[in-house]
């Protein structure tokens, strides 16, 4: 099998991260592999991370955004009496004391402090960037940026277990969060410091950990049996099966490849005539052939009345070369 058969391979690859590694290593070591012109992945794990990191091969990099924008669900282990300046297990420890009296409803009782909307600024050792620096290179240095608090919101936040001084939770939250920062911020109001020991993403926007294949497997299916892999990458139409979905003609699909502006009232003639019902506050919608060949992403005009042309996202171009 040629390494080069998978060059023009396009859809999302879901890896099962492995510890150690960062996302770039897995991107890295996934073009190296497959031999992909392009490749990204859907949103950073830390090394001391495992689990769901969607991979975006060739022509399903131009829709990452979208799914960069999902929600989050981890399982993880913070460990409690210890602070260190990653906020996770593997940093420098800055402090420690004895957490023995803590109680299971000690650690309850925090838990509403940290749902819903909540304040968080990243961690010191993090790849949030300052004047075009990532942190962690200025803490490297010596030199600890903080940065303004953004707004993140966590849905769920739930203690599982608690083991002595580890403690295992469940957390559903949205881009932006880190949970690092949260166990930080948690371990300070519980009074005894908290890091993170372990995590597992179980799911990022619409990827599960059950679809997801190691980064190993991927390199043992890649030099014995194509057709297997192929299976694994999830194609564009699937992955975007989540998007309100508005059938175009070939004409209109024409139109719409070749640049051409189409005026939103057409278009919302073209949706009332299919007597379709578009969600005002969905950003995005997807447009296909009857056939399901994708089109092209366009951002919802419910919500920009005022615009007199639709806004592409992204084109996409025909499979049909003839």
């Given at each position: 099998m040629r390494t080069n058969d998978f060059k023009n391979l396009?859809?999302?690859?879901?890896?099962?991260?492995?510890?150690?590694?960062?996302?770039?290593?897995?991107?890295?070591?996934?073009?190296?592999?497959?031999?992909?012109?392009?490749?990204?992945?859907?949103?950073?794990?830390?090394?001391?991370?495992?689990?769901?990191?969607?991979i975006f091969l060739n022509e399903a990099t131009k829709v990452a955004q979208i799914f960069l924008d999902g929600d989050k669900l981890y399982e993880g282990v913070m460990q409690l009496g210890i602070t260190t300046d990653t906020y996770d297990i593997t940093g420098e420890v800055l402090a420690t004391s004895d957490p023995s009296s803590i109680t299971l409803e000690d650690v309850q009782r925090i838990i509403p402090h940290f749902i819903g909307e909540i304040q968080q600024s990243p961690p010191p050792f993090s790849?949030?960037?300052?004047?075009?620096?990532?942190?962690?290179?200025?803490?490297?240095?010596?030199?600890?940026?903080?940065?303004?608090?953004?707004?993140?919101?966590?849905?769920?936040?739930?203690?599982?277990?608690?083991?002595?001084?580890?403690?295992?939770?469940?957390?559903?939250c949205s881009k932006g969060t880190y949970v690092r920062t949260l166990v930080h911020d948690f371990g300070q109001r519980l009074g005894c410091g908290a890091v993170l020991k372990s995590l597992v993403r179980l799911k990022k926007s619409v990827f599960t950990l059950d679809q997801a294949i190691s980064l190993d497997e991927v390199k043992v299916i890649a030099k014995e049996d194509r057709i297997s892999l192929q299976k694994r990458i999830i194609p564009l139409e699937k992955a975007?099966?989540?998007?309100?979905?508005?059938?175009?003609?070939?004409?209109?699909?024409?139109?719409?490849?070749?640049?051409?502006?189409?005026?939103?009232?057409?278009?919302?003639?073209?949706?009332?005539?299919?007597?379709?019902?578009?969600?005002?506050?969905?950003?995005?919608?997807?447009?296909?052939?009857?056939?399901?060949?994708?089109?092209?992403?366009?951002?919802?005009?419910?919500?920009?009345?005022?615009?007199?042309?639709?806004?592409?996202?992204?084109?996409?171009?025909?499979?049909?070369?003839?």
């Open positions: 396009s859809g999302i690859l879901v890896i099962d991260k492995p510890q150690g590694l960062t996302s770039m290593d897995v991107v890295e070591e996934i073009k190296r592999v497959l031999r992909v012109k392009k490749a990204g992945h859907g949103g950073t794990l830390d090394p001391i991370a495992t689990g769901v990191l969607p790849a949030a960037k300052y004047k075009g620096r990532p942190l962690y290179r200025y803490a490297r240095n010596g030199l600890i940026i903080t940065k303004n608090p953004k707004t993140v919101r966590i849905y769920d936040f739930k203690i599982l277990e608690m083991n002595g001084a580890e403690v295992r939770f469940l957390l559903a975007l099966e989540f998007l309100p979905k508005v059938i175009v003609n070939e004409e209109f699909a024409q139109k719409i490849r070749a640049g051409i502006r189409i005026p939103t009232s057409s278009f919302l003639s073209w949706v009332r005539f299919q007597k379709l019902s578009l969600n005002p506050t969905e950003k995005y919608i997807r447009l296909a052939t009857p056939k399901n060949e994708l089109v092209a992403i366009i951002e919802n005009p419910f919500m920009h009345p005022t615009n007199p042309y639709l806004t592409y996202f992204r084109v996409f171009p025909s499979r049909n070369k003839s």
